[in-house]
């Protein structure tokens, strides 16, 4: 398992994800924030070569959560290691960048350069440009 520094030295980026009421933090890269990467980048279902990108859940739809959970599992990082992240790092390496809540099918995102939001698995999800943080209850963790 990489370190959180080599990750954030390979451009991974943090975010939250809230899915059947909890709330989980992650380090991964871009790719793996784009929920409908189908959509994204619709090569990737010719591509043979990357048919295992997160487990074939190439949008994550409800049938495919349970695949996309297994697939970033390793990339999930406790909330002592996204304080010590938030200490020790810049924070425009180190702030939440996105908020998924599955529950209630919002995303919410600062990401600049990919319209990330945009990429949502069906019409009944809502995508946003905003604050991440603003959706995480304070007790989770204390910014």
Request: hydrophobic fraction near 35%.
């Amino acid at each position: 398992m990489k370190s959180i520094q080599q990750r954030l030295d390979e451009n991974y980026i943090p975010g939250c994800i809230k899915y059947k009421g909890e709330y989980q933090f992650y380090l991964m890269p871009i790719a793996w924030w784009i929920l409908n990467y189908a959509q994204y980048s619709p090569s990737i279902l010719q591509d043979l070569s990357r048919q295992n990108f997160r487990n074939g859940a190439f949008n994550i739809t409800d049938d495919k959560i349970d695949l996309f959970f297994i697939s970033i599992s390793e990339d999930q990082i406790s909330i002592p290691e996204v304080k010590s992240m938030m200490e020790h790092f810049p924070e425009e390496y180190s702030k939440i960048t996105f908020f998924i809540d599955f529950d209630e099918k919002e995303y919410i995102s600062t990401f600049d350069y990919i319209e990330v939001e945009s990429y949502l698995p069906d019409e009944t999800w809502i995508g946003k440009y905003g604050n991440p943080t603003d959706y995480i209850p304070s007790v989770i963790i204390q910014w």
